[in-house]
């Protein structure tokens, strides 16, 4: 699994609530007992894609962890088959993640003119500003992702509760106003392309690169200009 953050999270400062401790924060003793020596920590589940790991410390659970192709004997292999199954295994991981997974939380209305999707840092601005929208009467709602691959499940139904979904992010993407740009070559970015690609639903964005963590004002300048343009507008479909 890759853990994907950004310099904001990392360097970002902002005042938050501070928490009582509790016992829930400590890591549970470590599991020192002795490894099933008949468990290979290299095969796989053939539902889940899963191996068996020993946890860091058991005794005799020491293995080889190589980033090649193998076998369910550990054996480096470099055939058809074999590298073939690997991928399944790995596809079936995602499959048995995305089983535990549960449908984001909507902030706001589930249902409304505008849905506004972000991941990442973007989320305080995103909310900050969609809850600026909504105290002057616009009926909009956002939706921050956590997941990416796999993805959260049931967006495409959320989606289909909001005449337009759209993202705020920072990348590039093109204005469609622009010279040259027409709806088959504008570049979206990269959270509205992959939400397209795995819903099928017309996807709109917007971002920019500025270089400096995303202001809510400018985010609500734009969403409320969004809103504005879909009055008068048929509700959308996939």
Same mark, same amino acid.
């Given at each position: ?14 005042? /938050? ?35 068996? #790991?020993? =946890? ?7 293995? =080889? ?26 596809? *079936?991981?995602?499959? $048995? ?22 991941? &990442? ?11 600026? $929208? *909504?105290?002057?009467?616009?009926? =909009? ?7 990416? !691959? ?6 495409? $139904? ?5 005449? #337009? ?15 040259? =740009?027409?709806?088959?070559? *504008?570049? /979206?970015?990269?959270?509205?392309? !992959? !939400? ?26 734009? !969403?409320?200009? #969004?809103?504005?343009?879909?009055? &008068? ?6």
């Amino acid at each position: 699994m890759i853990l994907l953050t950004d310099a904001n999270l990392a360097t970002g400062v902002q005042p /938050y609530q501070r928490q009582e401790p509790s016992l829930d924060w400590l890591a549970p003793p470590i599991d020192q007992s002795d490894w099933d020596e008949h468990i290979p920590p290299y095969n796989w589940d053939s539902e889940t894609g899963l191996s068996p #790991r020993p =946890i860091p410390g058991m005794s005799g659970g020491q293995y =080889i962890l190589t980033g090649l192709a193998h076998t369910n004997h550990s054996k480096v292999a470099y055939d058809s088959d074999s590298n073939q199954d690997g991928s399944n295994m790995r596809s *079936r991981k995602f499959a $048995a993640l995305a089983s535990t997974l549960k449908p984001p939380v909507v902030h706001g209305d589930e249902e409304g003119d505008l849905l506004v999707v972000g991941w &990442g840092s973007t989320l305080g601005a995103i909310e900050e500003a969609v809850d600026r $929208a *909504r105290a002057e009467g616009y009926k =909009i709602s956002s939706l921050h992702l956590r997941f990416i !691959l796999p993805m959260e499940p049931g967006l495409k $139904a959320i989606f289909n509760r909001f005449r #337009r979904v759209m993202t705020v992010e920072i990348n590039y993407s093109d204005d469609p106003d622009t010279p040259l =740009i027409t709806e088959e070559t *504008r570049r /979206y970015a990269q959270l509205a392309m !992959l !939400l397209r690609a795995h819903t099928l639903i017309d996807i709109d964005c917007w971002s920019v690169v500025y270089g400096h963590p995303l202001q809510p004002g400018m985010i609500k300048n734009v !969403l409320t200009n #969004r809103l504005e343009d879909l009055q &008068g507008e048929t509700p959308c479909s996939d």
